[in-house]
């Protein structure tokens, strides 16, 4: 059978037309979602989140940024829901710092995790000063007694060996993911499934817009936690940092194991457990970061790219609650 040219032309401009096409889908869908496989317990999930044009919501390398308006939180909770999860959150309320302990607390119960199951685990010198807060059902809370201390800074270097002890004692056997938050803070909005991955770190709300020669990390060869100034990706809170039990357990030792090291050195990083958990997250990429939505500062205006302030540290005056200046 033989084929005129007009004809032969048709098919090949049709054929040209119908991959032009399929280009087309294939640039919409990446321009606008990506596509992010998650490991969990139960095995690999894979997501279709939402992009947005206003904000970098992926890594480079290809771990999903959570923003409003980057994910569907129906379908995010109807799947973690089915697999019956136990989420631990721990939080530090030693000396003064009891106090923000009901805030915390009661608005945790009305944002965060709503319908999960959750292990509250607070550490404080104070147990007689814990509030008692309605829980919903499936949530518990659990008081750990710890030293306090003169100097702040001691207790915030001596955070990850505490976590790291309370995992190896408690919390691997009762929880399957953790959140380690700090206590003077609080919820105001939806804090759910969607921050769940195997090592999740948040963006500091200071330092999202700025470039990395802008990030206080530890720049002090003598450090363990030293960050030279040609390296780093973001810039990480320390009030915000979770994932797996076991890969928190992890985090937790190496930082902790750092933090020992400087001590025995007599070197104090820039910003205690902060340095060394932004040392450790550099080469230890996060599986899933969270936007500054998820660690706001309540002394800064919002910013136009920031659509809901989910978690934010409350004002207060550091003079009259920590130990020593």
């Given at each position: 059978?033989?084929?005129?040219?007009?004809?032969?032309?048709?098919?090949?401009?049709?054929?040209?037309?119908?991959?032009?096409?399929?280009?087309?889908?294939?640039?919409?869908?990446?321009?606008?979602?990506?596509?992010?496989?998650?490991?969990?317990?139960?095995?690999?999930?894979?997501?279709?989140?939402?992009?947005?044009?206003?904000?970098?919501?992926?890594?480079?390398?290809?771990?999903?940024?959570?923003?409003?308006?980057?994910?569907?939180?129906?379908?995010?909770?109807?799947?973690?829901?089915?697999?019956?999860?136990?989420?631990?959150?721990?939080?530090?309320?030693?000396?003064?710092?009891?106090?923000?302990?009901?805030?915390?607390?009661?608005?945790?119960?009305?944002?965060?995790?709503?319908?999960?199951?959750v292990r509250y685990y607070v550490f404080t010198d104070r147990p007689d000063d814990v509030p008692s807060v309605n829980l919903s059902q499936g949530r518990h809370l659990s008081v750990i007694q710890v030293p306090g201390s003169n100097r702040w800074q001691e207790i915030s270097a001596r955070r990850m060996e505490i976590i790291q002890t309370a995992i190896e004692r408690q919390i691997s056997r009762e929880a399957d993911y953790i959140f380690c938050l700090d206590v003077d803070s609080k919820f105001h909005a939806r804090w759910g499934a969607e921050s769940l991955g195997r090592l999740v770190a948040v963006i500091h709300p200071w330092f999202y817009q700025q470039t990395r020669d802008?990030?206080?990390?530890?720049?002090?060869?003598?450090?363990?936690?030293?960050?030279?100034?040609?390296?780093?990706?973001?810039?990480?809170?320390?009030?915000?940092?979770?994932?797996?039990?076991?890969?928190?357990?992890?985090?937790?030792?190496?930082?902790?194991?750092?933090?020992?090291?400087?001590?025995?050195?007599?070197?104090?990083?820039?910003?205690?457990?902060?340095?060394?958990?932004?040392?450790?997250?550099?080469?230890?990429?996060?599986?899933k970061l969270l936007s500054p939505e998820y660690q706001w500062d309540d002394k800064k205006t919002k910013t136009k790219e920031v659509k809901v302030i989910r978690f934010s540290s409350v004002i207060k005056n550091y003079a009259e609650i920590r130990p020593n200046v």
């Open positions: 059978m033989h084929f005129s040219s007009n004809v032969k032309q048709f098919v090949l401009l049709l054929i040209v037309g119908i991959f032009l096409l399929l280009g087309y889908v294939f640039f919409y869908i990446l321009c606008n979602y990506y596509i992010i496989i998650s490991t969990t317990q139960s095995g690999l999930i894979l997501f279709c989140f939402f992009s947005r044009t206003d904000v970098v919501a992926v890594t480079p390398w290809l771990a999903p940024i959570v923003w409003e308006g980057t994910f569907d939180p129906d379908l995010v909770d109807i799947i973690y829901k089915s697999m019956n999860l136990t989420i631990a959150t721990t939080v530090f309320a030693v000396g003064k710092y009891v106090r923000f302990l009901q805030d915390f607390l009661e608005t945790a119960e009305k944002h965060f995790m709503v319908d999960f199951n802008h990030f206080t990390y530890e720049r002090r060869p003598a450090s363990t936690a030293y960050i030279p100034m040609d390296e780093g990706d973001y810039y990480y809170a320390g009030a915000v940092f979770g994932g797996s039990v076991e890969d928190v357990y992890t985090l937790t030792k190496v930082c902790r194991n750092q933090l020992e090291e400087d001590a025995r050195n007599s070197i104090e990083a820039a910003w205690q457990e902060e340095s060394h958990l932004n040392r450790y997250l550099l080469y230890n990429k996060p599986s």
